[in-house]
DNA sequence: TTGAAAGCGCTAACAA
DNA sequence: TTGTTAGCGCTTTCAA
C-alpha cells in the first residue's frame, strides 16, 4: 500500500513533459500565462505521474498559505458548526482552506491553540468570543494578519468584530416572557467564571429583570460549559426544588432548554401552562420538539459568511473595503408554544 | 493593529540571541542537545521579538508537517465530531495537528477533498468510510502515507480500518425488536443511493427481516443524507399512513428517530405501546428524551482515540507495531423504554 | 555543544 | 509564452 517511491516534485513533472519547472507552476495556477497546448500537457504528464502539488513549498514561496485559522469553544455544537460551515463556503471561492481548532470553553487552551495556527502561517484567524488571556491578545495583535472576533461584541476589539450582544438576546427573552405576564423568571446557566457568553446572557438576563423592577436573583448554575441536556435537566430540578413558584425559565441554550424541558415532563409539570422555557441558538431540536421551544436564532452560518466576506474584503489589497469593520448581526427571537400558548399547534 | 514590519523569523532571532540560527532551531525543539542557559537566552530573546515558529517552512525542510488529514461527511453532526475529538486528543501527544475538512456525504467532494488535503503533504489521513470514487482511492493508496478507513468495515481496504458493521448493528436492533414480540417492522433511512452507511444499515435490517422469514418490505426513504429531525418526522407520517399497523421503526439515526417520536406524540401514538422506535448514534438525546430512545452506541469516540493509536504506531519507525491493522469496534445496543416497556423510569 | 553549507519544493522577478 | 536565478524559513548533515 505504500510505495516506497518519494511523491513526485514539479521538477519530475517538468522532466517528464520537457519543460522547465516554472511553467508546470504556471500551468497549475489557472491565470497564468501558459500556451493552452502545453498546459494540457503538463497536466497530462502530472497525472500519469500521480502529481500532487505541495502547497507547503508553494505557501513558503509566495507567503500565501491560503489558510485562514478558525477556533471555537467546542466541535461538538451545532451552532459553532454552522459558522465554520459559512466560514468554508464562503472562503471557498478564493480558495482559501479552514483550519480549525477548538478550546474546550478554555481561555488557556485557547492561547496554546493560537499559536499552534499561528505557526501555520495562515492568512487570517477567526476567534469565537471577545475575551483572550493578555499573550493570546497579545499574540493576535502581533501576527500580522486580520483578526476577526466572532459571536460577541468585544469592549475593546483587537481587530474585525462579526457578532452580536448576548446580554440583548437574553433581555429579549425577559422582555417576551414579561410581556406574555410571567414575573419570576430564572435563569438557567453555566458557572459564571468559565463561559464568557453564557455569563453575558445571564448579564443581560439580570439587567432587564432589574430594570423592570423584578426579582433577578432565581439563578442556577449547571457547571461549566458545555451545559448538556442533562444538566439542564438536573439544574431544572434544583431551580423547582429551591423556587417551586418560578412561571418562567430562560436557559443559556437550547440544549439545556430541551433538557429541562424533558424533567417537567418526568415531574408532569405542564409546559408552557405551569412553566414557561426559553433557550439560544435556534438548535434544530428547539423547533421540532413538543411543545416547540422559544429560542434566539444568532444567525451562525451568517456570521460565518460575514466574516468570511471581511476577510476576502482584507485580503484582496483593493483599498474599495465593502465590508465594515464592525459588522452587528442581529439575533432574532422565535416565539414558540414553550412560552407562549396561542402557538400551540 | 496590523504591524507593518515583517514576523520575526529564526534569524532574526539569532542575532537578538548572539547565536547562529541553527542554535535556535535547536533550542525549540525539547530533544536537541542545547545548553540550558543558551536555551533560555534564546527562548527570552524570542519572546521579546514575539517569535512564531514557521512549521510551514520547517515542514518542508524536515518533511514532517505534522498534520493528520481527516475527512468526515459532516461537521454538523455529534457522532463524527466525537470521533475527531478522539483524534485530536490521541494524535496531541505526539504534535501532530489534525487537518479536518468534510464531504457533505458526497464521495465527488470526499475527492475534492482528499486531494486538496494531500497537498497539505499529512503525515496520515483518516477517511469516514470505506467507498471512494475510483480517483480518490488511487490518491490514498499513491500518497505513500499511512490510510485508516473508519467507520466501516470495507470489503477492499485501502490501509487499515477502525470500524465496525453498519450492517451488524442494524441486524442487532432487529433481533431485540422481534424478541420483545414485534413482526411488523419498518426501516426509515435516507435514500439508498447516497448515504453508503445508512445504506449498509438497511441492507443489515432486510437481511436480518428476511432471515427471520419477517416482511423486510416496510421501507420509507427521508432524502439524502444527513436525515435530520424534520425528515424524519415527515417519513414517520408517510410510513403510518402507507403502513398504519406498523409495530416498531428502525430509524438510520437518533436524530430521525426523535423526529418520528415527535410526530408521534402529535399524533398520539403510544411509544413504545403503540409503536416501538430505535435510533443509532447514542446522541445524548435519545438519553433524555421522554421516552428515551433505543440506540446503537458506535463508540465514536474510541474509533477516533484507535485510529490515532494506529497512526502513531505506524509512523513511529521501530517495526514493534502494537496496533492490528484491522481493528472492529463492536457497536454497543442500548435498550431503552421507546422499544421496552419494562424499561420505563 | 555549536556552527556552516546545502537544499527541502516551490514561486517572484526578471530576462529572453 | 517560456526559462533563469535567487531565495522563502527552516532543518539535515557534517565539521569544529
Redesign the pocket.
Known sequence: MKPPK?????????REA????????????SD????????KAILAAADRLG??????????????TGFVAVTIPSINNANFADTVRGLTEGLQAKGLQVLLGYTNYNQEEEERLVRQLLTRRPEAIVVTGGTHTGKCRAMLENAGIPVIETWDIPADPIDSVVGFSNADASAKIVAHLVETGRTRIAFLGGDASRDTRGFDRRRGFIREMESRGLDATRLVEAGPPPISMREGADALARLMSRWPDTEAVVCVSDLAAFGAMTECQRRGLAVPGTIAIAGFGAYEISDICVPPITSIDPHCYRIGLLAARRIIDLLSDGPDSETESHTLVEPGLLVRASTFSDCNP
Chains 1, 2 share one sequence.
Open positions: 518519494k511523491t513526485p516534485t514539479m521538477s519530475d513533472v517538468a520537457g519543460v522547465s519547472p516554472m511553467t508546470v507552476s504556471r500551468a497549475f495556477k497564468a500565462y501558459v500556451n493552452e497546448e502545453t498546459r502529481y500532487v502539488m505541495d502547497s507547503m513549498a508553494s505557501g513558503l514561496s509566495s507567503r500565501k
